[in-house]
């Protein structure tokens, strides 16, 4: 739990988490959401994993650890795996309509060479 002294205004933020086979990239993440290029939403799809990609940076574990509220499952199952860890946020105040609707979503995913896990919001 965090806690705030003094002025709390009402923006929330989240974080989450990508554990992936080599680099993180929107054309992996876009694989995993599954969306059709025929389809209406596809444009919406790439723009929110070119979101999570650009906000989102490579790390270690233990500096994972140090820097989040970890979910040692999560981080577990990744390692285990042999990926790579990235760790990303949104803002609900950056004026992008797609990255205030990732604050609110939860956007879980697990396969092989994919993992997304969002942590929550503050």
């Not at 992936?20 to 694989?31: D, E, F, P």
């Not at 105040?93 to 879980?108: K, R």
């Amino acid at each position: 739990m965090k806690i705030r002294n003094g002025y709390v205004s009402n923006s929330s933020s989240s974080s989450f988490i990508i554990g992936v086979k080599g680099k993180l990239t929107s054309s992996k993440l876009m694989s995993a959401f599954e969306v059709s290029k025929k389809s209406p939403l596809y444009p919406l799809a790439k723009e929110l994993a070119e979101i999570m990609v650009n906000s989102s940076e490579k790390t270690t574990e233990e500096k994972y650890e140090e820097d989040h509220f970890c979910k040692p499952k999560i981080l577990k199952k990744i390692t285990q795996r042999g990926m790579n860890i990235y760790c990303g946020s949104a803002d609900d105040q950056s004026g992008n309509d797609l990255e205030v609707a990732l604050c609110s979503i939860d956007l879980n995913y697990d396969s092989d060479d994919l993992i997304i896990e969002k942590e929550g919001g503050y």
